[in-house]
């Protein structure tokens, strides 16, 4: 069974920074896409960004464009997520997921739009690891 494992949460103040990692058990063979979300208290999961495994390709939602940025090491099986001027609002548990591309999920932005009820449906996810933004 392949497992991620988010790190790299933690306390900032409102304009500072931080890297969140996904490390994957294993080599991830196939085409897959792997995402962050994030819940805030009170909220729905919402799709922040997305990468695809087989060519890199990237997908932001429109509330943290120019503002996170999503790669991927394949080497180490594991994708980051550099958080930059951020805000109270990004203040959440940040999850990463991943799914296979098939009939659902045909794109990177197909995985990061699904509805919290439809990401249920993805393979695997990681325990969550949580990001605080306060002055």
């Known amino acids: 069974q392949l497992k991620l494992v988010e790190s790299g949460g933690g306390s900032v103040q409102p304009g500072g920074s931080l890297r969140l990692s996904c490390a994957a058990s294993?080599?991830?063979?196939?085409?897959?896409?792997i995402g962050w979300f994030r819940q805030a208290p009170g909220k729905e999961r919402e799709g922040v960004s997305c990468?695809?495994?087989?060519?890199?390709?990237?997908y932001y939602s429109d509330s943290v464009k120019g503002r996170f940025t999503i790669s991927r090491d394949n080497a180490k099986n594991t994708v980051y997520l550099q958080m930059n001027s951020l805000k109270p609002e990004d203040t959440a548990v940040y999850y990463c997921?991943?799914?296979?591309?098939?009939?659902?999920?045909?794109?990177?932005?197909?995985?990061?739009?699904?509805?919290?009820?439809?990401?249920?449906?993805?393979?695997?996810w990681g325990q969550g690891t949580q990001v605080t933004v306060s002055s």
């Open positions: 997921a991943l799914d296979r591309v098939g009939s659902r999920i045909t794109t990177v932005q197909a995985m990061c739009v699904q509805s919290q009820e439809e990401q249920e449906e993805f393979a695997n």
């Open positions: 294993r080599f991830i063979m196939g085409y897959y896409v």
């Open positions: 990468i695809a495994g087989s060519d890199g390709s990237t």
